[in-house]
């Protein structure tokens, strides 16, 4: 009677929920987000009664592990239906379960399904070595993230660099463009002193020779020499610009080699970054590709370096022409000069 007694009581359990239920004790993993992993491991013991705990990692926006969430477990299973509440620190718990910390929920075969509120997650039971290669996978993801960001920081550094070096050849072209326009006006300020001092001296050489009193035509003699600052001052800063220009030259020349070598390391990363790829081959073409259209001049305005190359010999040549002017002119004025002060002194 006993045993029948037992029998039929089972009977009726299966009908409701079972008399047994599949084992409960293991791993289950659930993706929770993009770049985050959610573990719970479950001990059953004795039977009914639940506890373990869930470990949740995570990668941070660039790309490295964050460190994990773990929350202790405690809570039962009748039949298929599990209820687990979550134990931690109040923020690392709000972190992950926000006002909720009671986990509801059923297990069927491999499957394990948890409501927190209105939010259900589906777990899959693994083995503890499959739960580490999907922690690995999550490590390979965040590797590949921060090399994807270090390549796009690695670009807009270029693209960056290519700009200013853009910026500073126009503005070469433009300074340049100013000096060639300024040689007429070099060449006619000194012509313009040149004939005052001959001017001077042709007036004052008659007077001093009949000995008209100096403090009648000295004032030209004091112009002239006063007029000496200002003919140093012009050929200083002739000399000046000749060097300015020399500079910015080299300037220039070595940010569009810096601009070209900066391409080829930021197209050896990328490349080298490709074998991460799904598609290595598809990876490595596109990468060649953008080396060939966008990367192999620095990212420096293809236009901007010929418009620069074109100018460079024309400014350089103009501002030679007006230092020859200059130390030419200036031969002539010293000469006149001295000439002026030699009758100032010889009628004193």
Sequence with gaps: MKIAHGLLLCFFSLALAGCSHHE???YYVANVGPDRIAMIHLVESPPGHLTGSLVVSSLAANGARND???????????????SLEAKGGLASIAQFFGNSTTLIGHLRGDSLSLSRGAKRTA??????QRYNSELAK???????????????????????????VDASLVRY??????????VSNVRA?????????????DTIR????????????????FNINNDKFYRDQEASTLKALQAENNSAIAADNSKIEQGRQMALNTLAKLRADCTYAINVASCDLMTKKLYIKYLQNGMISVQDIASFRAEVP????????????????????????EKAQHLYQASM
């Design 24 to 26: 409960v004790s293991g």
């Design 68 to 82: 994990d969430l773990a929350y202790d477990l405690a809570g039962s299973i009748t039949g298929t239906n599990i």
């Design 123 to 128: 777990y899959r039971e693994m083995s503890k």
């Design 138 to 164: 999550l490590d390979h993801k965040g590797q590949v993230m921060a090399m994807t960001q270090a390549d796009v920081a690695s670009y807009n550094g270029l693209e960056k660099f290519g700009k200013s």
């Design 173 to 182: 072209v433009a300074w340049g463009g100013l000096k060639i326009a300024q």
């Design 189 to 201: 300020w000194y012509q313009e002193r040149i004939a005052r001092y001959s001017k001077c001296l």
């Design 206 to 221: 008659p007077l001093a020779a009949a000995h008209v009193p100096v403090w009648r035509w000295q004032q030209c003699v």
């Design 314 to 337: 024309l400014i350089s040549a103009a501002l030679a022409q007006d230092l020859q002017v200059a130390n030419t002119s200036q031969a002539q004025l010293d000469a006149l000069a």
